[in-house]
């Protein structure tokens, strides 16, 4: 992605001969993941932020609450947006919309197979809530007390 790494460049000069341009790259390449967060999005039943109560269902949930957490599991960043797929009366598979928000991780009881696949395929971890609120939620993800999600549910309507 970057030309001239700064491998061998010992004088400050990277390959691409740009000079210092290089070093400031990688320095704003560092500051951009020192600064990352981590997004998880949880499917929800209503829009009350923290509090709000988990979906049985992925692709079934009303809403979706959007986490920005910090390095250290702090929500930074709590915003909540309806479900506009195709199970709602919109167009689109609900795993496709959520993709577009860029997650690190989806936490929920269960969904099918297919939006499982779609998600381990993007490489965004899915994990099994075992609590009923997003707060309580960011509290287990903190503690690292959730578990991988590794298959689909066997009700859903779909494959």
């Known amino acids: 992605m970057f030309a001239g790494t700064l491998e061998g460049a010992e004088d400050g000069v ?42 049985g269902h992925f692709g079934r949930a ?12 702090r929500v930074k960043e709590q915003r909540t947006v309806p479900n506009t797929s195709e ?23 269960g969904m099918g197979p297919r ?12 994990l099994k809530a075992n609590v009923d609120t997003v707060r309580n939620m960011v509290k287990a993800y903190s503690k690292n007390e959730l578990e991988e999600l590794t298959e689909g549910c066997h009700q859903a309507r779909h494959t």
Do not use: C, W
């Not at 998880?40 to 988990?54: K, M, R």
């Open 115 to 126: 939006a499982l696949s779609i998600f381990q395929n993007a490489r965004v971890a899915v």
């Open 62 to 73: 009303p809403y979706f609450a959007i986490l920005e957490l910090d390095e250290n599991g």
């Open 87 to 109: 199970h709602f009366g919109g167009r689109g598979r609900p795993a496709n919309d959520i993709l577009q928000l860029k997650p690190n991780v989806l936490i929920t009881y």
């Open 14 to 55: 990277g390959r691409d001969g740009g000079g210092s341009s290089t070093l400031k790259r990688k320095d704003n390449l560092e500051k951009e993941v020192a600064n990352s967060r981590m997004r998880i999005v949880i499917p929800v039943l209503d829009e009350s932020g923290l509090d709000a109560q988990l979906s």
